[in-house]
């Protein structure tokens, strides 16, 4: 594989070192690397460097997509074209050399590349992924204002985004929490998302929820990866319940205090009864 001088691949850690070499020997053949470490307590740093990559260091607010952190790669980066990516995820050769081709042909600004999961080490075939523009010039993306889970909006026309063949190019995702650390990651994200949007209702919330199984489970072959497959869905469907859990308790400013303020007029009132 030719080393592509257009683009640098960054990887985003945080104690990351049981990861982050294989993360790096990735695409150290095949481009720049520069790893932006969220302040890792770990060897991160020290084994990112070892195999060939730049370490910057940046503090972010707990996701790497907001336009501060985009900002502050951008201007690291020396090259035309950024792919943006993460220590539990991988590119196949086949899906790395289409990679460089797109971006050496200089007739698009963005590659979309959809990602799948592995989940317990099962592969779950297409169940809860999607495509994400993971390499793009650095003017095709303007991610002012972007928010959690979302990457931006590219600058350039439908023309200029190369889409790869899902059935061929894939990023490889490796999910490797258990059931206690996922829901600690759900905890944080869901913070978040909880302060961007009002809550639906029960009935927009059951459909939501519904459709996530029927697609993900049923139609993207979630259930050829037996068991894995089907705690993925339950974990995505989950997320969407939390979000929308804490978005209610937003919208009604419900915390400890307040609602034990209400259970205590029905506390009083037993109380009451007693006399």
């Known amino acids: 594989m030719n080393f592509c001088e257009q683009i640098t691949f960054v990887i985003f850690t945080c104690n990351e070192e049981l990861r982050v070499e294989r993360a790096v020997r990735n695409f150290v053949n095949a481009g720049r690397v520069l ?44 090259t035309p074209w950024i792919y943006w990516a993460f220590a539990d995820e991988m590119l196949d050769c086949r899906t790395l050399i289409a990679l460089i081709d797109a971006v050496e042909s200089q007739t698009c600004s963005v590659v979309s590349i959809v990602r799948k999961n592995y989940y317990y080490g099962a592969f779950c075939h297409d169940a809860a992924t999607g495509p994400t523009n993971r390499a793009f010039r650095k003017e095709a993306i303007d991610f002012t204002g972007n928010e959690i889970h979302h990457f931006g909006k590219p600058t350039v026309p439908e023309a200029q985004i190369r889409h790869l063949n899902p059935s061929e190019h894939l990023i490889h995702h490796f999910i490797s929490n258990t059931a206690k650390t996922y829901l600690r990651s ?40 037996g068991l894995p497959g ?46």
């Open 186 to 225: 759900m905890d944080a994200y869901t913070d978040i998302e909880a302060q961007k949007a009002a809550p639906i209702s029960a009935l927009k919330m059951m459909v939501r929820i519904t459709r996530i199984f029927l697609n993900n489970y049923l139609l993207r072959g979630g259930h050829k990866a």
């Open 230 to 275: 089907l705690y993925l869905v339950i974990q995505s469907m989950y997320y969407e319940a939390l979000v929308n859990m804490k978005r209610y308790e937003v919208a009604h400013q419900l915390a400890f205090d307040t609602i034990e303020s209400v259970n205590n007029a029905m506390r009083d009132r037993i109380l009451a009864d007693l006399h």
């Open 35 to 78: 790893v932006v470490d969220n302040y890792s307590a770990d060897r991160t740093r020290e084994l990112a460097e070892r195999h060939g990559a730049t370490v910057l260091l940046h503090k972010n607010a707990g996701w790497v997509e907001d336009e501060h952190t985009v900002s502050v790669v951008k201007a690291a980066v020396q």
